[in-house]
């Protein structure tokens, strides 16, 4: 057996030690003297969070694949062992081989939300690599940025080597070849960088250079060669059918937040909600075969032995076999005694039947996503829920003896007013009441309904119609979550709606980090630097620490967010293409302030430009034309 | 029909806790295809009982859990598909099937046998063996065990029913594992050490269960104690 990177004495003194020996079910040991390329993929967050992203799952198994490639998984450690490594120099390491990451070919990182950011410093400096780019020797790994934050990378690209920008399963086995070739050359660091740069959806920031306007705005973009992209365009895996996917997931020994077998059912979204990052970034929508899922089911499954499984994807109602599936896992799942843990679906007669055979209705709750309070509001941001979807739902499921009812809105959306605020009471109260009309008196369990509105703060994302508008202050935001309060407390049912709302420090700090350029990446240092860590975790996210970094560092948090940006500002991330165009970004920021909507893609094509992958939904014969 | 599976727990796995290591079963039961029996309602799990558990750090070459089967095609066939899906560090040592009146292994606890071990080079004790015969001759060897709510003088000597040093430089133990009288063997350690007049921290040195047993003596009678896998 492996000889732990951490003593006995260390790990009996930290929480959870499991988190750090490795040595799961289905974890991959290779013989090191065969294989050519070591790379460690990072989830910059604690196990159990990163354990349960199935993006690291789906490009570990990619990688190790194949022969030439052992790929390991990192975690943060806890703040406990931390400490530890820190006070006794110990080099952070790789799960599988117990092994430095520094000794590492490649250090990939998964960026999947703008609250890691400090945490990808803390990978970098447990692994004894330098922060910057620039300070990082010939012996140093490759440091790769990947996942959704990478489609603005600009705050953290001093940081890394260089990004992946889009879906893994294309360009990595390009990449080693490269560096392969590369090294047998005897090619330095900077060469490989030098040919990374030309391999498609290869980003690699220090051989650009952003420029600025005297107001503070961007002016554009130089690059040091010739021979580099000025724009690059996402990587994406057109036909979801033939990508490998992970058959054999790593079982973790703790309890993780995703204990469960993940099934992709398609990539991408139909709809267009014009906050929505994930809505733009993943077109076009590409449905999995159904009948191939119902293999792998079973198959992982039995890999796994775990005893239950869920569908992942970003609106799983509008999978076009969903049903056939369901049916299927209902069965099998029958026989082997496994759960199915159900995504939010539309909630319908139909889906309200196939949750009522896979959930304990008493103990289970709805969730509808309105977003917005108001009809107009709901126009506004595309969300295609109108309220009778809703009170017909929740009618439905009250008869059926549903008893719990949660509801997510935004607060701060564009164009929003009080009355729209206020329309989010007076929602929770039509649901309080449908279910006083719907159930009659001798049928209420408890007498209660429990309604749980919950709003967070919007924040406006790149590649978004909204992304040039402009976000509220925190004191903005804390008058609105107020008047939500208000709100309901005025409802003649208030006393069955609870309302909870999310921070409002985090969520604007969230907006600097999300449209920022390249001049915070020195305010996200200087935080590190003054301890914040984690800040994804409110019991040590410190806003204090955070505001005085941005002060030292002269960087004006309002520029970033409240502004609003004119049409044709140039934005951090212009250089990127994620496939939808810029004109139709802004036609959709009209079309917003008009409050009018736009059909989704099975509808109407609205001609986002991402048909130019030549896949998905675009060419499907009953979907809309390319 | 129950089994009885007897295992061993050691290397990495010694940092696996006892919730974890059930959960690590349940799934392994699934992956073997094993046909256990589940119990009836709204979340079905397996029906399986462990015996003592075992402390976070501690290896072990004597755990036990019992399962309820609806079938299986023999014990061997069980044990091999099992040990497929092992990782290092579990391993499946025997599996037998228990009569039905059997108690289950978690009430049948009596004792267990334990080694202890430097983890680098012997203990630093003269006379080891010397010392633990005197140590083990006192009349009683009183441990306050202070918990959260009360402090507790225990006379451990009732609960140690054997103890000496091997010819390996370790020290070996049997000592009552009984739900009621259940005695750690770093509490009996603790308290030599103070006898000895040595200072020996806890991760300087490792404790390995080695078998885990039931008491066959009637009420009144001598301890009879023998491994839970022979009972049946
Ligand atoms: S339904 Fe709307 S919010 Fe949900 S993923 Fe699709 S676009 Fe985004
Ligand atoms: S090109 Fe049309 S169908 Fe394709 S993703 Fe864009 S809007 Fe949807």
Redesign the interface.
């Known amino acids: ?2 000889q ?1 990177a951490l ?3 260390i ?2 003194q930290v929480e959870k ?2 988190r750090y ?5 289905n974890s991959v040991i290779k013989d090191k003297a065969k294989t050519a390329v070591r790379f460690a993929m990072c989830f910059p967050d604690v196990y159990e969070i990163g354990m349960s992203h199935l993006g690291i799952q789906i490009l570990y198994s990619m990688l190790n694949e194949w022969e030439d490639v052992w790929c390991e998984r990192v975690y943060s450690p806890w703040v406990d062992l931390d400490a530890i490594m820190r006070r006794e120099s110990i080099p952070l390491f790789g799960l599988e081989s117990q092994e430095p990451v520094r000794d590492m070919d490649f250090l990939g990182i998964t960026i999947q939300y703008e609250m890691c950011y400090t945490n990808i410093l803390q990978v970098l400096e447990l692994s004894q690599i330098p922060l910057l780019s620039e300070d990082r020797g010939e012996d140093m790994p490759i440091v790769i940025g990947g996942g959704p934050c990478t489609y603005n990378p600009e705050p953290i690209a001093a940081f890394f080597d260089l990004f992946y920008i889009g879906e893994g399963e294309t360009q990595y086995r390009p990449l080693f070849d490269w560096y392969l070739e590369n090294r047998s050359q005897g090619g330095t660091r900077q060469d490989f960088l030098r040919g990374a740069a030309k391999i498609p959806g290869i980003y690699v920031p220090q051989f650009y250079e952003e420029l600025y306007n005297e107001d503070g705005t961007i002016r554009g973009r130089r690059k040091r060669y010739d021979d580099i992209p000025d724009v690059i365009l996402k990587e994406i895996a057109t036909d979801v059918t033939a990508i490998p996917y992970p058959m054999k997931p790593v ?1 973790p ?3 993780v937040t995703q204990d469960r077998v993940t099934l992709e059912i398609q990539r991408g979204c139909i709809r267009g909600c014009r906050f929505c990052q994930a809505g733009q970034l993943y077109r076009p929508v590409r449905e999995r075969d159904v009948d191939q899922l119902k293999e792998y089911a079973v198959e992982m ?7 239950e499984i869920s569908l992942s994807s970003l609106s799983s109602s509008d999978y076009s076999r969903l049903d056939e599936l369901l049916d299927f896992l209902i069965a099998e799942c029958g026989q ?2 496994t ?1 199915i843990s159900l995504p939010s679906l539309r909630i319908d007669s139909v889906s309200l039947d196939v949750m009522g055979k896979v959930q ?1 209705v008493k103990k289970s709750s709805l969730t509808f996503a309105p977003e917005a309070g108001s009809q107009r509001l709901r126009d506004v941001i595309n969300k295609g829920l109108t309220e009778d979807d809703i009170l017909r739902g929740a009618t439905l499921a009250f008869q059926g003896g549903w008893t719990r009812v949660k509801l997510y809105f935004m607060l701060g959306l564009p164009t929003e007013t009080e009355e729209d605020i206020l329309g989010i009471g007076d929602l929770s109260n039509k649901i309080a009441a449908a279910f006083f009309e719907a159930v009659p008196k001798d049928k209420r369990v408890n007498g209660k309904v429990q309604i749980v509105t919950s709003t967070s703060f919007f924040i406006p994302k790149p590649f978004t119609p909204f992304q040039w508008a402009p976000m509220c202050t925190k004191e903005e935001f804390l008058d609105k979550a107020h008047l939500t309060k208000q709100g309901i407390m005025s409802q003649l049912n208030q006393k069955s709606i609870k309302y909870n709302w999310h921070e409002a420090d985090v969520s604007v700090l969230e907006g600097v980090l999300a449209r920022g350029d390249r001049r915070i990446a020195k305010v996200i240092k200087k935080a590190y630097e003054k301890g914040c860590m984690f800040d994804s975790w409110s019991e040590y996210f410190h806003n204090d620490l955070w505001l005085d970094s941005f002060k030292e560092c002269g960087v004006d948090i309002g520029f970033y967010t409240t502004r609003e940006r004119a049409d044709d500002e140039i934005f951090p991330w212009d250089f990127l293409d994620c496939g939808v165009t810029r004109e139709f970004l802004l036609r959709e920021w009209k079309k917003a302030r008009e409050g009018t909507v736009s059909p989704n893609c099975k509808a109407q094509c609205q001609g986002c430009g991402a048909n130019r992958f030549g896949c998905g939904i675009c060419y499907d014969k009953d979907g809309a034309r390319g | 029909m129950k089994v009885r599976i007897r295992f061993a727990k050691y290397g990495v796995m010694k940092f696996i806790g006892h919730l974890d290591t059930m959960r690590f079963f349940q799934k392994a039961l699934r992956r073997a295809e094993i046909d256990v029996k589940y119990s009836e309602g709204f979340s079905p799990h397996q029906i399986m009982s462990f015996a003592a558990p075992l402390g976070v750090g501690i290896e072990s070459f004597g755990e036990y859990m019992d399962i309820e089967l609806c079938s299986m095609t023999s014990p061997e066939d069980m044990k091999r598909s099992l040990n497929q899906v092992m990782v290092e560090g579990l391993e499946i040592l025997s599996v037998t099937i228990l009569p039905d009146h059997a108690k289950n292994a978690m009430a049948s606890v009596a004792a267990a046998s334990y080694r202890l071990h430097m983890k680098e080079g012997a203990f630093p004790v003269e006379d080891l063996c010397g010392k633990i015969r005197a140590f083990y001759e006192q009349e009683a060897i009183f441990y306050t065990k202070e918990t959260k709510k009360s402090v507790i003088e225990l006379d451990l000597k009732q609960g140690i029913y054997e103890i000496n040093s091997d010819t390996d430089g370790s020290v070996r133990m049997l000592v009552n594992a009984s739900s009621s009288g259940n005695i750690k063997p770093s509490m009996v350690f603790e308290k030599f050490c103070q006898f000895a007049g040595v200072e020996i921290p806890a991760p300087a040195y490792q404790v390995v269960r080695l078998e885990t047993y039931t008491d066959l003596a009637g009420e009144g009678e001598a301890h009879r104690f023998v491994p839970l896998a022979e009972v049946g």
């Open positions: 057996m492996n732990l003593s006995d004495e790990l009996m030690p499991a020996i490795g040595n799961e079910v079982v020994f703790i309890k499954l039995k890999n796994t032995g775990h005893e082997r005694h759960n304990d």
